[in-house]
């Protein structure tokens, strides 16, 4: 059941359920991603109150989806959080050439702050590279409505747009008057090759076409895009975007302040002509000095955040004070609060006290068996990206000396194989390190770290339906790994620590799966079962 | 009215969020403006977290600054250093201490009882207070949360 009643006149909502309500207005025929910390409830929302909404294996996937759908004249969203836009970033980057047919929005959810994330990357970096179009709300009513401006740009000039969220706006609840629906396209098929088809002869033609877009769209974006410039006085002009906009009117509400919705192209004439009606033009951003540095490329002349201070983590109010009272000496770290920490009774905890036990050099991953890293286990020697558990454990093999190699082991969630990890074995067995290697699957049976989603080994879609499940013993043979154990690593400890011993002893290839159900999820992954068991039998009859 | 700013704050799981959550939903109602902003994520997993409230006439950022919680609601002692800059000069501090939780229905409805702890420093109606629980918590809770509620105001 969704958090709040979608045929509401008015409602408190969070930035991520605004989009998801904004969806439905907007007709999306297709919303697909995968889940990532702040930006899961956005699909996940959209589900519950009847959109169609499914989980890809992984962000690229999830793009080429949205984009085939925009291709067919119809709606899409694809979503993800910052870093999974590195996984679709090639889809992006050929995307903006051959441009889209129907309407296409790329929701990336930025975590300045680091609040569940393994780097702090700015996507407005991503937008200028890949010349997409980007807009950036401050707040619920904002993501509702410029959701709705992404597909209106989008379907205008025939091309995907970002619309990027942060940490703050994805959970922040406020007020939410929604507007009327929009009409919903009419999937059909245009052969258009030399718009699609990305060889040379017809690419550099489209990149062309597309920076004469741009030009279109930014000039669009000086006469009738969302900015606005709010005049209190002439000392102090502000230039801000996104939730920084909030905290600046807070932190100096005697400023005048030019909000910037949509960040790429930017409106440089606007942006100039604000300059010019003040004595003193700052500009307040989190992350990247990002709209400071484009505004000075343009030669205007603007103040900023000190960045060996303020480049790092979110702004605040707090923050934004000492920015524009010109303070540059260090802060006040915060009070460091209780660590997370492995759930008691997580199945993960028993795997990694085996892997403790024999003294491995352990590759880890992306998910909840990260904390591992922490006290009081302290095991896991590596982590840096979905699927890295694989490769980084295969350049080990190939150099440490052998008794060092032989001791290497990748860990890796189930989810996270799934994402990332299947070419990892596929070269596994390609390029065989002459130590063999051994890979162990965690498997809780859920992506369990944002939130309790479905994925293609559950077995169940993201409204936890049935569907097809993978099996990934049978794909470590079909990729050539000789070993494969099944193991409970909670209800049979022994076998856990006999399978891992016997593998690491052998020159061989060896898949380890331990298989024991996330503990917080297991409630409703019985009663998911249990729904589709009886469906399945009512439907039999 | 100038911005109320209330902040929770405890560990994950402990129903911090749900209680912000209550408190949201119950202003809301009463017409004022309100952002509420807490940072999900890895909350599940047992660490220190807090939601601020924020309402009002016109609210601007979702985090209220330092210094300037009106109140501050921790679920748990330990959590009170962690938290303590943000509550203003005169501001008031509940926690756990400040009811009787042997009286309580059950360990997990310490949320509702401090919610009710908090009822007592405003003038909203009973009801709508009842209202936004009933709202948020599933029906065979309910009963337990009036008890809950009680035990928060004392009575």
């Known amino acids: ?541 | 009215m100038k911005t109320m700013n209330v902040k929770f704050a405890g560990l994950g799981g402990t129903g911090v969020i749900k209680a912000s959550d209550v408190l949201a939903e119950l202003v809301f109602e009463l017409g004022y403006d309100v952002k509420k902003g807490e940072v999900h994520g890895m909350s599940q997993r047992g660490g220190s977290i807090s939601s601020d409230v924020r309402f009002g006439d016109k609210v601007e950022s979702p985090m209220i600054p330092e210094g300037e919680a009106d109140y501050l609601v921790v679920f748990a002692e330990d959590q009170v250093p962690v938290n303590i800059a943000f509550l203003k000069k005169g501001g008031v501090l509940l926690t756990p201490k400040d009811i009787d939780v042997t009286r309580l229905p059950s360990e997990k409805a310490l949320n509702v009882a401090m919610l009710g702890k908090l009822s007592t420093y405003f003038d909203f109606p009973e009801d709508k207070w009842q209202g936004a629980l009933k709202k948020l918590f599933a029906e065979k809770f309910h009963e337990g949360n009036a008890v809950a509620f009680d035990v928060g105001k004392g009575k």
Not at chain 1, 229 to 244: F, K, N, Q, R, Y
Not at chain 1, 277 to 306: M, Q, T, Y
């Open chain 1, 1 to 541: 059941m969704p958090a709040f009643d979608p045929k509401a006149k008015r409602m408190l909502v969070s930035g991520n359920e605004a989009l998801a309500l904004s969806m439905l207005h907007c007709k999306v025929q297709s919303a697909i991603g995968y889940p990532g910390t702040p930006s899961s409830e956005i699909l996940e929302t959209f589900s519950e109150i009847g959109g169609p909404a499914e989980w890809a294996p992984n962000e690229k996937v999830a793009a080429e989806v949205a984009l085939g759908v925009a291709f067919a004249h119809a709606r899409s969203v694809v979503t993800m959080k910052h870093v999974g836009l590195n996984v679709s970033s090639d889809t992006l980057y050929t995307a903006t050439y051959t441009g889209v047919q129907g309407g296409m929005v790329w929701i990336v959810a930025d975590d300045p702050g680091q609040a569940s994330s393994q780097n702090e990357q700015d996507t407005r970096n991503h937008a200028k590279s890949s010349v997409c179009p980007m807009f950036e709300p401050s707040n619920s009513q904002e993501a509702y409505d410029m959701l709705r401006l992404a597909f209106r740009t989008s379907e205008r000039f025939h091309i995907p747009v970002i619309l990027r969220m942060t940490t703050r706006v994805d959970h922040s609840k406020s007020i939410l008057v929604p507007s009327e629906e929009l009409e919903a396209l009419k999937p059909e098929f245009v052969r258009d090759i030399p718009a699609r088809v990305m060889v040379p002869g017809y690419a550099k033609p489209a990149g062309r076409r597309l920076r004469a877009k741009m030009e279109e769209i930014q000039k669009w974006n000086e006469a009738e895009g969302p900015n606005r410039i709010e005049m209190h006085g002439t000392d102090l002009g502000i230039v801000c975007a996104g939730i920084s906009y909030h905290h600046v009117r807070e932190a100096a509400p005697d400023a005048s302040v030019l909000k910037l919705g949509m960040t790429y192209p930017l409106p440089m004439e606007m942006i100039r002509k604000f300059a010019g009606s003040v004595k003193r033009v700052f500009v307040i951003e989190e992350n990247d000095p990002w709209l400071a540095e484009n505004i000075r490329a343009a030669g205007i002349s603007v103040e900023s955040k000190f960045d060996p201070v303020y480049r790092f983590g979110e702004l605040s109010v707090d923050r934004v004070r000492r920015i524009l009272s010109g303070d540059r000496s260090p802060e006040t770290p915060p009070v460091k609060g209780k660590a997370p920490a492995l759930c008691p009774g997580c199945p993960h905890r028993s795997s990694f006290a085996v892997l403790k036990d024999l003294g491995c050099i352990i590759s880890g991953d992306i998910g909840c068996y990260t904390l591992a890293a922490l006290p009081p286990f302290e095991a896991m020697d590596m982590m840096v990206d979905m699927g890295a558990a694989i490769g980084m454990a295969l350049g080990l093999r190939k150099v440490l000396p052998r008794e060092q190699a032989k001791k290497v082991v990748s860990v890796i969630g189930d989810s996270t194989f799934v994402h990332s990890g299947i070419t990892g074995l596929v070269d596994m067995a390609y390029n065989r390190p002459a130590t063999g290697h051994v890979v162990v699957i965690l498997d809780n049976s859920i992506t369990a770290m944002t939130g309790q989603q479905e994925h293609p080994g559950t077995g169940r879609k993201l409204d936890h339906s049935p569907t097809y499940r993978l099996d990934y013993g049978e794909i470590a043979k079909a990729a050539g790994i000789e070993n494969v154990v099944i193991v409970n690593p909670v209800k049979d400890p022994e076998g856990m620590k006999t399978a891992v011993k016997e593998a690491l002893e052998k020159d061989e290839l060896t898949l380890i799966v331990a298989k024991s159900p996330c503990l917080l999820a297991l409630k409703s992954i019985l009663a998911w079962e249990k729904a589709n068991k009886e469906k399945a039998a009512k439907e039999a009859k």
